[in-house]
């Protein structure tokens, strides 16, 4: 058996996906890991794209408003960023009984969650399917504006 090794700091040039375990610290899990997880019933995962816009503030305000620290419910609110096709991204894992109070905190930020889309890129090579899909997922996007397809030169 190999041994992995997981690298102590947040490197999206590396194979894996960082879960947030608190304000300072992160565990690296590799891929293999997060679709364990991901399979678990009874949650969504929210499919975010950390752009240069105010995503991660709104990530923080989420988790502040229906998950806040030291309570019973923070531990149901689980984030986990790793890079794709050369970009930063954020998958947000809550309760799926939790869809429609996710749904209007995101109506006050402008955003939407789109069931059944996903992102692929286009490469030379073919194309390469967002690494992690299934029914549970959902894209979180803006209410207006084009949803962009990347292409890998």
Request: proline share 5%; net charge neutral.
């Amino acid at each position: 058996m190999t041994q992995v090794v997981r690298p102590e700091t947040v490197d999206f040039g590396q194979p894996f996906v960082y879960v947030s375990l608190n304000n300072t610290t992160a565990r690296a899990d590799t891929f293999a890991e997060a679709k364990r997880f991901f399979i678990i019933p009874g949650r969504i995962h929210l499919v975010m794209l950390l752009s240069g816009d105010d995503t991660p503030q709104m990530l923080a305000e989420l988790e502040r408003e229906l998950y806040p620290f030291d309570t019973v419910r923070s531990a149901l609110y689980h984030c986990r960023v790793f890079g794709w096709q050369e970009l930063g991204w954020a998958i947000v894992s809550v309760p799926a009984r939790d869809e429609e109070r996710v749904q209007n905190f995101l109506a006050t930020h402008n955003r939407q969650l789109a069931k059944n889309q996903m992102f692929t890129a286009h490469t030379r090579e073919g194309t390469d399917p967002f690494p992690f899909t299934g029914e549970q997922f959902r894209l979180v996007r803006k209410n207006e504006g084009i949803l962009l397809t990347l292409t890998k030169k």
